[in-house]
């Protein structure tokens, strides 16, 4: 076997853990928690069959590679709950080590377009990366809107909490940020989420 694919196999292998990274959304229907790839996997699915509603126009191709790549980082760095002030204090230190070992796995050239793609998204400026944040938080929004709010419950995440986040859904999706706003207004009627 020649070095470059004995490396791209390296990654592929590499990214399997993405499997065994647990986060605090469950799954519909009050299932277990949901991993890493599943919620990137779900998110790449949903910007495609959202992408109508993007702000702008959009190669949907690169966002749902975004959607894809995004949390590979969290391999090394573990999953930093979205609602973890403490945690958010060291999540770029800890991703951007992580970003170099794992995509580093990778030959030169598809190291260096995966980490110029995930710089992307976490720099939040074009049309895609605001498009791949909006489905990074719609995704557990309409998880757990579809458990009745219990992570939210479950970790008294707070109406100014969930504003702060959602606020970012807006500059990728008016529309989606509408559809948002409903659900947390519904929420708070149900008293799923602390005002």
Known sequence: MDNRI???????????????????????????????????WHMAII???????????????????????????E??????YAYDSDAL???????????????SILPAEQAKELIALFDEF??????ESKFAHAMDNIQPLILNNSNNGGD?????????QIYKRQSKTKSGSEKLFEITDA???DNIKKGNLKL
């Open 6 to 40: 004995e490396k791209q196999l390296s990654f592929s292998l590499e990214i399997d853990k993405l499997k065994n990274i647990f986060r605090q959304t469950h799954l519909s229907d009050n299932g277990r928690n949901e991993n890493d790839a599943e919620h990137s």
């Open 122 to 127: 976490e720099a939040y400026e074009t049309a």
């Open 152 to 160: 939210w419950r479950e970790h008294n995440v707070t109406v100014e």
């Open 89 to 103: 204090q060291s999540q770029k230190t800890r991703e951007d080590r992580a970003k170099q070992r794992i995509f």
């Open 47 to 73: 910007a495609y069959i959202l992408k109508e509603y993007s702000n702008e126009e959009i190669d949907i191709a690169k966002v749902m590679l975004m959607c894809l790549i995004h949390d590979i980082v």
């Open 183 to 185: 659900i947390i207004q």
């Open 75 to 80: 391999i090394d760095a573990g999953d930093t």
